[in-house]
């Protein structure tokens, strides 16, 4: 049982929070359940002082509503200046380019993911496929003959890729490759894809003024969620909590 400046939180209610917070290990999860109820009652402990309307429950459900109304009175969040974003967008050039175009063709070699033989006859074919195409074979005939893809039908070809428009697993290979065939085949959820990247057009850097909203949305958030673990660092260290150790370097709900 855990009791919070004379309130107790019962271990059915910790069981009952438990399904909120799944985890690796029961016990992860009690934990997790157990500093999220201590959490919510320090709030509506701290609401109820300051006489604001507080439902009489130990649930963690309503903990948003208590911390909402006791940021607004309580706590004093900053809002992020033009010279600060600025900084930002200088100091984070990478984050504010626009996605680069990939003019690309593909020969997929389709095998289901739970079918391990049918991906170890995939991978094969695709480096045979690979070999004939360094060695001069049309990309196109191959794509024709043996890609699963309906881009078959125009020798494999996908067009202009941007960011975004294609799986992750396969986009993250294909945008950190330069022009031309690619060595290895790229493995997806679909099957391998023998890939060849006729163009490559690098992104551009993105204006201050087209990002600038975006930047202060993000620089805002994060002070914001610095100020709130603060202060419920504050409400922690000012109560009396037994049967909980609350360990703050190690709590999520303090990052």
Do not use: W
């Amino acid at each position: 049982m855990i009791q919070v400046n004379q309130t107790q939180i019962s271990e059915q209610a910790i069981l009952a929070e438990m399904q909120y917070h799944p985890a690796e290990s029961q016990r992860d999860a009690m934990l997790k359940a157990a500093e999220s109820l201590v959490i919510a009652e320090l709030l509506r402990q701290r609401a109820s002082q300051l006489g604001l309307e507080v439902a009489a429950n130990q649930s963690s459900t309503s903990e948003h509503d208590y911390l909402e109304q006791l940021i607004e009175r309580e706590v004093s969040i900053p809002a992020a200046t033009r010279q600060e974003c600025e900084h930002y967008y200088q100091q984070n050039p990478q984050r504010f380019t626009s996605s680069p175009l990939m003019e690309v063709r593909h020969i997929l070699l389709a095998a289901p993911p739970d079918d391990d033989q049918e991906r170890v006859h995939a991978k094969a074919l695709a480096e045979e496929l690979l070999l004939q195409l360094q060695q001069g074979q049309s990309f196109a005939e191959l794509a024709s003959k043996f890609s699963a893809c309906p881009s078959s039908q125009t020798g494999g070809s996908l067009g202009q890729i941007s960011r975004g428009q294609t799986v992750p697993e396969f986009e993250r290979q294909l945008f950190a490759a330069e022009a031309g065939l690619l060595p290895d085949p790229i493995e997806s959820r679909y099957g391998f894809h023998v890939v060849y990247i006729q163009q490559k057009i690098a992104g551009q850097q993105l204006p201050f003024a087209a990002v600038q909203q975006k930047i202060a949305d993000y620089l805002n958030e994060k002070v914001r969620r610095k100020a709130i673990a603060q202060y419920i660092h504050t409400l922690v260290v000012q109560a009396t909590i037994e049967g909980y150790d609350f360990n703050l370097s190690e709590s999520p709900l303090m990052q």
